[in-house]
């Protein structure tokens, strides 16, 4: 998770959404699999009703939501984490300042093992997030750099032991690592920031290494590269080549599994779900596996607490959007799993880091299902059954 802009629907394309939500156009070739209106209605009340993650897993994919510790610590969040989604992200839990947090060597694994063990429990798969990224690094760590306490090669030194301890602890527990997050620059043309904190103290073979380094913890888990705005979110595309550049190089010179695209969503910018697909699509030419890993879509809302928006339009534009990602995502075979960045508004990065908005989320402050969950389950059934046959009438004489 990154906190810089993200991007979304426009209002011109908003009114479009109750219709687009319900489409989903690979859906035709399962359409045979149904011959009879009677098993059609059948079908009909069964998926209206099924968990998001019974109908993603008919055709392969995970659908998965970012978790903090207390997220199932009540019955209520617990319940739609378990039967809704079935694979989780540690929001924060594993990230390097959470779990080694003040003192080097001193090491807090609570919230990261709350989450292993809840997944197992639920026959979920857990994405580890982060190894190695310039935010969230121990304080003592950065103030350490920054007197110069460290060499270049003592500070890879430690990110090793870093990575070697955190993926060792959780050998064959985690599906997908974020292994490297957000390297790349916001810029056209794009490439690795030279002012990134890693890049700058650590030097630029750092990527790879941490690539190599996590391959050798944990031979078994996929390694994913993970960034915001590569994947049509960005209008030139740029960030897509730099992502592409990157990988390559990695793929010769290390171990990568996949990419991760964030998909964080605003919708006060324009987006283009055509070219996330196709992105997606270039990805699993590479032979790359591909994961939406951190889906929201934010708007401006009348307060941080009760979250309305402001628009109308925007309540709209909120499913569609989540929609033309899935059915993105569910048109590439290479993507595994797609994963909301949090299950409720009421948990939400959005109002604390971006001034104004909100409502980003499925659920709404109270915990409540928005249309969004209805789209979902939409689309998931029909990549999953197809659409049921038409009821039968009768013929006209010509």
């Not at 694994?109 to 197992?120: E, I, P, Q, Y």
């Not at 950065?142 to 993926?167: P, R, S």
């Not at 790879?208 to 960005?234: C, I, R, S």
């Not at 879509?297 to 628009?311: L, S, Y």
Request: charged share 15%; with cysteine.
């Amino acid at each position: 998770m990154d906190m810089r802009r993200r991007s979304v629907l426009t209002a011109g394309a908003a009114g479009a959404a109750g219709a687009a939500a319900a489409v989903f156009a690979g859906g035709g070739k399962a359409m045979a699999a149904t011959q009879a209106s009677g098993a059609a209605s059948s079908q009909d009340a069964s998926w209206a009703n099924a968990s998001l993650r019974s109908l993603a897993g008919k055709v392969g994919l995970r659908i998965g939501t970012a978790l903090y510790p207390e997220d199932i610590s009540t019955a209520a969040n617990a319940a739609i984490a378990s039967g809704q989604f079935d694979v989780y992200t540690p929001a924060n839990a594993m990230k390097w300042d959470n779990v080694e947090p003040t003192t080097q060597g001193t090491y807090d694994w609570s919230g990261a093992d709350t989450l292993v063990s809840f997944a197992k429990a639920h026959g979920a798969l857990v994405r580890g997030h982060t190894l190695c990224w310039h935010n969230q690094v121990p304080g003592w760590l950065t103030t350490d750099v920054a007197n110069g306490k460290y060499t270049q090669t003592q500070l890879l030194d430690l990110l090793q032991k870093h990575i070697f301890t955190e993926v060792g602890r959780y050998k064959g527990k985690i599906w997908q690592w974020d292994v490297a997050n957000e390297f790349l620059t916001d810029a056209n043309p794009s490439g690795v920031d030279p002012n990134n904190w890693w890049i700058v103290n650590a030097g630029p073979e750092v990527i790879t290494k941490a690539f190599q380094w996590a391959h050798q913890a944990d031979p078994g888990a996929l390694l994913f590269y993970n960034d915001y705005n590569n994947g049509g979110e960005d209008g030139s595309n740029a960030k897509f080549n730099a992502t592409v550049a990157l990988a390559e190089s990695l793929q010769k010179n290390a171990h990568i599994d996949g990419i991760g695209v964030q998909g964080h969503l605003d919708t006060q910018y324009g987006w283009n779900p055509v070219q996330l697909r196709k992105d997606l699509e270039a990805y699993g030419a590479m032979g790359l596996k591909t994961a939406v890993t951190e889906a929201d879509v934010r708007t401006f809302v009348n307060n941080a607490t009760d979250q309305v928006p402001t628009d109308s339009l925007s309540q709209f534009a909120q499913p569609y959007e989540y929609s033309e990602q899935l059915k993105a995502a569910l048109s590439v075979p290479s993507c595994i799993s797609y994963t909301v960045w949090g299950m409720s508004d009421s948990n939400s990065w959005v109002p604390g880091t971006f001034h104004g908005e909100g409502y980003a989320c499925p659920y709404d402050v109270n915990l409540q299902p928005k249309p969004v969950i209805d789209a979902f389950r939409s689309n998931l059934a029909l990549a999953s059954i197809g659409a049921p046959q038409r009821v039968k009438t009768s013929k006209a004489t010509p």
